[in-house]
């Protein structure tokens, strides 16, 4: 690496440059002739290479369409968005893996949500020092931490605890897959909202302070209301999270495609759209009615995420204007 | 109430919080270091699994997914690192960069499952590379590009503007500020994000499903076009397809890839802090 010699403290130096302080740059060759050349070759490169992540967009739901749209002409639609989900006997009612996406996804942000944003508020506005400095490292390791190993500790530990403690026949249930999705979410959650609570600008806190409010009146009644669209923003991401998750749920929801319609549903076994397509691709014979279906419940999945993901991102892109210093 | 006596209920409410966040946390990798421990010996990590997975060890499985995090890391780099620059140092605010922008927000929001449905529709059937190594780095390349882009332009965009405009005023074209003051300044931000989107390959379960992964294959890959076991695949096959599989074979398996990825976390929070440390701007 010819930057070798450009350490740290060469390029602190520059800032005194500009002062003036050292005219020109020592001990460096000026650049060979020719260099223009291969200088035009790399930035194009590196403009194409930039525009290539649209490309892998596209290509992704080309190839989800190429091979699930054929399942819309295959099956009626009546069946298609039926309550049963029977393959081998041609129905191929997506709705109950649907809801039981939705279902166990809105249960997992109602744990998550308050716990994540009470934990970033924490983090934030109460938390010494080195409170901080343990629990983020600990919550990035949980962001870290492989699907299936958290399927496992839930098949094998929170399973089983649900089972005795809710005294139902099986541990395998919405809830328990609630309960992992939650903890997935949560790393997301926590971080969007730190990020939320820390753009609320310091005057907000001055002022409430100066009036006479408690550290906790400040905290509760000014700051989380002023970050509540960023927090929002935390919750659509959180959720994008949960619907995709596969393994995790697939070990621990018990798959069973029923509709999980009343509130009792919690603690039974449901089926997720995307346990369905990792469970049953593996033994499909291509281009069958079932392998379309399959790749439709894809594309179903991409748009979801992609809706959730668009709204959150024009939440974050909007530059926000807001008074006081920070 | 005394409005201090809920001050203080409100603070024990949000410590409670964050120790329900934590703890499990550490219940999770206590319990699973105490098992697996166990299990977990020379043998368990440098022989072939026989007598239907429940006896010798996990090599190949750790070798497969060595070969796809090394393969993932070969294919998703240079991309990753060119895009990045693209973005933080020449694309201009127009649309076609916010619409980069959001199709890096997409790509990182699509569910791994549907990577696995992509990766079997393009590269195992489309472009006939048959269930293999490369169909799958590939699928995991394109799901690692959007966190090794984001993390690395946030390192790209904390080197202060004047290492730029310095660079320019002695003479330096922009490619030779990029090259020569820009990439070393952020080098060990970007390293840190190219660690975290490699971590995630190679945990990750869904996107190998069906693009490479083995059931059962106790040798080693000849060529990109073999299959490879993967440490993520084998515990999800022997916790749940493989009846009667001792515990301590799970949990040893549990054991290694959870090592595996928190020693790649760790790596990339020491460099993150130790620069930081060390940076003087």
């Not at chain 1, 194009?44 to 290509?59: E, K, N, P």
């Not at chain 1, 909202?193 to 000014?222: C, F, K, N």
């Not at chain 2, 499990?24 to 026989?50: D, T």
């Amino acid at each position: 690496m010819g930057a070798r010699h450009l350490s740290l403290n060469w390029a602190s130096s520059l800032s005194s440059k500009i002062a003036g302080l050292v005219p020109g740059r020592k001990g460096k060759p000026p650049p060979p002739a020719g260099r223009s050349y291969v200088e035009f070759l790399i930035e194009s490169s590196i403009r194409v290479l930039g525009f290539s992540t649209i490309g892998f967009v596209l290509l992704i739901f080309f190839f989800l369409l190429r091979e699930g749209l054929p399942i819309f002409r295959e099956v009626a639609p009546a069946n298609l968005f039926g309550t049963r989900w029977y393959p081998t006997f041609d129905l191929f009612g997506t709705l109950p893996l649907i809801i039981g996406s939705a279902y166990v996804t809105v249960a997992s942000i109602a744990i998550a949500l308050p716990l994540g944003v009470a934990t970033a508020v924490f983090i934030r506005e109460v938390a010494p020092h080195w409170t901080r400095e343990v629990l983020k490292p600990l919550i990035e390791v949980l962001a870290g931490i492989p699907s299936v190993v958290l399927g496992f500790f839930g098949m094998h530990v929170l399973a089983p605890l649900v089972r005795t403690t809710m005294d139902v026949p099986t541990g395998l249930t919405a809830f328990t897959g609630a309960v992992l999705l939650a903890y997935m979410a949560l790393p997301t959650i926590i971080s969007v909202a730190e990020d939320a609570i820390d753009t609320v600008p310091r005057s907000y806190r001055d002022a409430a302070l100066a009036m006479g409010a408690t550290h906790w009146q400040t905290i509760w009644r000014v700051v989380v209301p002023a970050a509540r669209s960023g927090i929002a923003t935390a919750v659509m991401l959180g959720m994008g999270r949960a619907i995709g998750e596969t393994m995790a749920v697939m070990m621990v929801t018990g798959n069973a495609a029923r509709m999980p319609i009343s509130l009792n549903s919690l603690f039974m076994p449901v089926r997720t759209m995307t346990a369905t397509v990792a469970a049953e691709m593996g033994e499909v014979a291509n281009g069958s009615v079932h392998y379309h279906s399959l790749f439709g419940i894809g594309i179903i999945l991409f748009i979801l995420t992609f809706l959730i993901n668009i709204v959150a991102a024009t939440a974050i892109f909007k530059k926000r204007h807001r008074g006081g210093l920070r | 109430m005394d409005r201090y006596v809920k001050q203080r209920m409100g603070f024990a409410f949000l410590t409670a919080c964050a120790i329900a966040v934590v703890a499990p946390i550490l219940v999770v990798i206590g319990l699973i270091f105490i098992e697996g421990a166990k299990a977990v010996s020379l043998e368990f990590i440098s022989a072939v699994p026989y007598g239907g997975m429940k006896e010798g060890g996990i090599f190949p499985a750790i070798v497969g997914t060595l070969i796809l995090t090394v393969g993932t890391a070969l294919a998703s780099i240079p991309v990753g690192v060119a895009g990045t620059i693209y973005l933080a140092e020449y694309a201009r605010d127009t649309w076609m960069t916010r619409a980069i922008r959001l199709a890096i927000v997409n790509l990182a929001g699509i569910p791994s499952i549907v990577y696995g449905l992509f990766g079997l529709g393009m590269f195992v059937l489309f472009l006939h590379m048959g269930t293999s190594i490369l169909a799958g780095v590939l699928t995991l390349a394109i799901m690692t590009l959007p966190v090794i882009i984001s993390t690395s332009e946030e390192a790209l965009r904390a080197v202060p503007m004047e290492f730029r405009t310095v660079s320019a005023s002695l003479g330096g074209t922009r490619w030779q500020g990029i090259r020569y003051i820009v990439l070393p300044q952020a080098m060990p931000g970007i390293i840190t994000g190219i660690i975290l989107g490699l971590l995630r390959a190679a945990g990750e379960t869904a996107p190998i499903l069906f693009t490479v992964a083995a059931f059962y294959l106790p040798q080693l890959p000849r060529s990109p076009f073999d299959q490879v076991m993967a440490l993520p695949y084998h515990l999800y096959v022997i916790s749940t397809q493989v009846p009667g599989m001792p515990m301590s074979v799970q949990y040893g398996t549990a054991l290694v890839l959870l090592i595996l990825v928190l020693s790649m976390n760790l790596i990339a929070t020491v460099i993150r802090s130790y620069f930081r440390r060390r940076r003087q701007w």
